[in-house]
């Protein structure tokens, strides 16, 4: 295994979460970015292993990054906190149904990018939601989802829920021919 990608977006509101993250082998690129992640820490962007509880790290081990600037003592709370436990819970279930193989726990790593908005509140949704999108991640990641071919036959259909209400026109291939002749 080399790199398996895996991306969810769930909840909704200030607490909505959305997960990017790598899974691999220790010894390949992931396990150099996961050494990375928790070596080289910086101010607003704290790093963490995923423990479903002080002394209970998940396997495959999952280090935890911010994709945003952690700006005060409540925002990190919350990714130490409900963050934390629901993406521990998400791997820790992935490994119990087999989405991971448990005889491969041992032998990779995760590393998962963490959004916080800085207005969250309800730390039962963060909780529940970041457990959703993990998970959801994982499975994508693990099954290799979506396909290039799923990728292609949605990318003119699909919408973002955060995409610009009058974004970039969409050029037909009809309308491009029609206006080389000019």
């Known amino acids: 295994m080399s790199i398996l990608v895996g991306e969810a977006l769930c909840g909704d509101g200030n ?12 010894s390949g690129p992931v396990g150099t970015a996961f050494a990375n992640a928790l070596a ?5 962007h704290i790093n963490l292993l995923a423990v479903l509880t002080p002394n209970l790290a998940v396997k495959p081990s999952t280090v935890m990054i911010t994709k945003v600037t952690i700006k005060g003592a409540g925002q990190a709370v919350q990714m130490f906190g409900p963050a934390q436990k629901g993406v521990a819970k998400a791997v820790a279930d992935c490994v119990a149904e087999g989405t991971i ?3 491969q726990a041992e032998d990779l790593v995760i590393v998962c990018g963490v959004f916080i908005h800085w207005l969250a509140e309800d730390d039962a949704k963060i909780q529940q939601y970041n457990y959703e999108a993990t998970k959801l991640s994982i499975e994508r990641a ?5 396909s290039a071919a799923e990728m292609v036959e ?3 259909t699909a919408k973002h829920p955060f995409e610009a209400a009058d974004g970039p026109a969409e050029e037909s291939a009809e309308e491009s021919a029609e206006g ?3």
């Open 15 to 26: 607490e909505v979460a959305h997960i990017d993250l790598m899974i691999g082998d220790k």
């Open 40 to 44: 080289r820490q910086s101010a607003g």
């Open 101 to 103: 193989p448990a005889d």
């Open 142 to 146: 693990m099954a290799n989802n979506p």
């Open 154 to 156: 949605q990318k003119d």
């Open 180 to 182: 080389d002749g000019d």
